[in-house]
């Protein structure tokens, strides 16, 4: 694990439930532009996508969840996006008092924004340089994943300094969620394509403890790191 100190106690990181964005993805990969056409139509921004009625029921469950099976947290964070604010809402969660900040949106996709997924729709130039390095490629306007993460470390050693020893649940994005496993889980270049290829759930989380996994030790440092993805039947598949 990586060598932040005095981070939270327990962190857990959430993605949002499923949102208009990530549905229109799926509309994109089945050879159906409408969505898309219309939210450029519509002049809607990335951050304004909110969630379907699917999204919402996910992060219900993921609330449901985290209720019955974790402690209660001291600290509350999402991004300033929509559909993080909506699953933060949507989760219930006791004496949540959430804080948006900036430091955590998702990645900005430049003159993609509206297409979805960065990656979608590149000219040959264009995909030929995503090719060579998703990591560093920028998408024209927009941001590299080595600029999201350098953001979600100083989101990270503002944690350090107000919430040191608390217990924390962040609600944030898909490529926010890769800079935070990049950084606490020491992941080295080597293994950053192979990264930014997994796939993740929507409400899909990630628990980083500085407690041993049997609880028996506190460390300065993030020690136990557990992944865990809600069934429909609402059991939980953890990692």
């Keep these: 694990m990586a060598n932040f100190i005095n981070l939270p106690s327990e962190l857990v990181i959430v993605r949002h439930g499923q949102s208009e964005a990530n549905a229109m993805i799926e509309m994109r990969k089945r050879g159906d532009s409408s969505a898309m056409q219309a939210m450029r139509d519509a002049k809607r921004h990335d951050s304004m996508m909110r969630l379907t009625d699917l999204g919402r029921s996910q992060a219900r469950s993921v609330g449901k969840w985290l209720r019955e099976n974790a402690p209660p947290f001291d600290a509350f ?102 800079a935070f496993r990049i950084l606490l889980e020491d992941i080295p270049q080597e293994d950053y394509t192979s990264l930014l290829k997994e796939s993740m759930p929507n409400c899909c989380l990630w628990w980083y403890s500085r407690r041993d996994l049997d609880g028996s030790q506190v460390h300065w440092q993030i020690a136990s790191m557990r992944r865990i993805a809600l069934k429909e039947d609402g059991s939980a598949e953890i990692l």
């Design 77 to 178: 964070y999402c991004s300033q996006y929509v559909r993080t604010k909506e699953t933060a809402a949507e989760m219930n969660l006791p004496n949540a008092h959430w804080h948006a900040d900036l430091m955590i949106r998702e990645r900005d996709q430049g003159v993609q924004d509206g297409s979805g997924d960065v990656k979608l729709g590149l000219d040959a130039e264009e995909q030929f340089r995503m090719e060579k390095s998703p990591m560093y490629w920028q998408p024209i306007a927009g941001e590299s994943m080595a600029d999201v993460v350098v953001r979600v470390r100083h989101f990270l050693q503002t944690l350090s300094t107000s919430a040191g020893g608390l217990r924390v649940i962040v609600v944030c994005h898909y490529r926010t969620i890769h």
